[in-house]
């Protein structure tokens, strides 16, 4: 018997950036919920007696990926007017991603910036929409409340 589980039932959270509150809003209708990841460059420590193969270090700071969250894309929701909101203002914003967790939740929290926020509106298929987002900070994560 496996403890895997499936994404159902994920939640992201995103602050609004026009309320003078602390209060996340939970984003409705996604599909796809990215977790977030960031990679430190190297800086090369070689030198004129280097023999073999470069030297490298991990550089001191880290930058954030980008990533995708996919959703359906309503016309006037709370969550599309939130997306073009948070792409407008262009600096960092808390969020929270809850995972389905046994029978418990996991949650990862931090800062992002949005980068972009694509709505498609095809003729013989769903609406969608994609919010284009860069991890800005590290992130926290621990059990659920």
Known sequence: MSDVETGHLSEFWLKDPTS????????????????PEGTADLVETSHMKTIGYKSYINAPLKDGEEADLVMNYIPGSVTDQLCRKAKAYGRPLEYKIVLVNGDGTWEISGQLIVRNYVRSNPMLDRRTGTLRVKWASEETEAAGA
């Open 20 to 35: 003078g509150s602390s209060t996340l809003v939970e984003l409705g209708e996604l599909t796809e919920v990215p977790l």
